[in-house]
């Protein structure tokens, strides 16, 4: 799954517009959505995101044996 479709998702079930997201995080709408279809969020970014909408994002390397970096 894309980062796009997990904020697309994320939108929905939070039932909020990406325009209120970017108002939210202090960015233009076009800002916002240029970033998104670019691929081009950075972490603190997408952290921000997922603070807005009341998640925690968690990016990370799982191994087999339970180790996360």
Known sequence: MT???QINMALSYKRISQ???ARKIG???QNLNQKIKRNTLTKEELEQ???VLGAA???NFVFPDGTKI
């Open 3 to 5: 980062v796009e479709q």
């Open 19 to 21: 325009s209120e997201l």
């Open 27 to 29: 960015t233009t709408p």
């Open 49 to 51: 995101i997922a603070s």
């Open 57 to 59: 994002y968690v990016a």
